[in-house]
């Protein structure tokens, strides 16, 4: 896998001399489009079919063949129109997984980080896109980057299982076990499916049952006057 260091640098020194990500990453602005994903079978269904039936088929989500051109070229598409699509991002992650790129896939416009960049430029406030880019960079071992991702999800969104799980399983990564076992307790009370992140508690003997906190207690109520008390009492 080529190393993706240079890309990572490149933002690095545009975030700290306070320019723009787009001059490396490209501008939102788009003819068709922008349009947020969020949004998508509300505001924006008719935008999504027409994107979605001829750039992001299932063949195309699922890495089979692209249908106008290739499969990258098709999902640059996507997230062009919708730089949020959360399928399309983890698309675009499985191909550049699967093809052992970190850099430019062909057919594409940016490096693929870019297309997370903009995502999260995009939309700041949706946890699912920063989570989408906090799984790219742990796939990818920058588990240091994938943690700040992660706890900004979580931070946006605090009840999605998925976002806390995932960021309990890069705290395990980092042999951070306590804070791995805190969120692990909060994705499975919020229903996440999965026991694998358990099993990997369990199996280094630092799974452990934390209590629920206690609900608040009830508000204090005005007697009821004398005439107003239920028969009896």
């Not at 922008?34 to 935008?47: C, F, I, L, Q, V």
């Not at 880019?133 to 706890?151: H, I, N, P, S, V």
Request: overall charge positive; hydrophobic content about 40%.
């Amino acid at each position: 896998m080529r190393s993706n260091t240079a890309l990572a640098a490149a933002l690095l020194m545009l975030a700290s001399a306070g320019l723009h990500a787009e001059n490396f990453c490209g501008n939102i602005t788009n003819p068709f489009g922008p349009y947020d994903y969020r949004k998508a079978k509300t505001e924006y269904s008719h935008e999504l079919y027409l994107v979605e039936s001829t750039h992001f088929t299932s063949e195309i989500e699922n890495g089979i063949k692209g249908r106008s051109g290739s499969l990258a070229n098709e999902i640059d598409y996507t997230l062009r129109a919708f730089p949020n699509h959360i399928r399309a991002l983890a698309s675009l992650d499985r191909l550049a997984f699967k093809e052992k790129e970190t850099n430019m896939l062909n057919g594409s416009r940016w490096p693929v980080e870019c297309y997370f960049e903009r995502a999260v430029r995009f939309a700041p406030d949706d946890g699912a896109a920063r989570s989408a880019y906090a799984t790219y960079l742990f796939r990818r071992g920058q588990l240091d980057k994938a943690l700040t991702m992660f706890r900004e999800a979580a931070r946006i969104t605090p009840d999605d299982a998925t976002v806390n799980y995932n960021l309990g399983l890069a705290y395990f990564n980092a042999k951070n076990y306590s804070e791995a076992n805190v969120y692990a307790q909060k994705a499975y009370k919020l229903g996440f499916p999965l026991p694998a992140l358990k099993n990997k508690l369990v199996g280094v003997g630092k799974w452990q049952e934390l209590p629920d906190a206690p609900a608040p207690a009830p508000a204090p109520q005005a007697a009821l006057p004398e005439a107003a008390k239920p028969a009896g009492q």
